[in-house]
């Protein structure tokens, strides 16, 4: 399994981020998490296989989460950052299983990060 993240990049306050993720093989969930600072881990979205996806209560109607199945990407774009969401950006894939959560326990697979830095 693989999983490569890229997009990270310096942004100001107010600012928007677009991420993304190749992966191989297929998978039956992938989730966006970010990680700050000092602080654990925290879910950003997550798609099912067949496209639904679900976002946590920080990013709602703030970012969107999609796949292109031509390109095997996920895509992560968000905008209005605000300085708390500086952090480390995960994506990370559940190979089998439904429902797809918020939960970072149940992602096997991990891609290696890309850096968030939000500034005013």
């Known amino acids: 399994v693989q999983l490569v993240e890229s997009g990270g990049d310096s942004v100001q306050a107010g600012g928007s981020l677009r991420l993304s993720c190749a992966y191989t093989p297929s998978w039956s969930c992938m989730g966006w998490f970010r990680q700050a600072p000092g602080r654990g881990r925290e879910e950003v979205a997550v798609i099912s296989s067949d496209g639904t996806t679900t976002y946590g209560d920080a990013v709602m109607g703030r970012y969107s989460l999609f796949q292109r199945y031509d390109t095997n990407t996920v895509y992560l774009h968000g905008t209005g950052l605000q300085l708390e969401e500086t952090a480390i950006y995960y994506c990370?894939?559940?190979?089998?299983?439904?429902?797809?959560?918020?939960?970072?326990?149940?992602?096997?697979?991990w891609g290696q990060g890309t850096q968030v830095t939000v500034s005013s």
């Open positions: 990370a894939a559940k190979l089998r299983g439904h429902p797809c959560t918020l939960s970072n326990d149940d992602y096997e697979y």
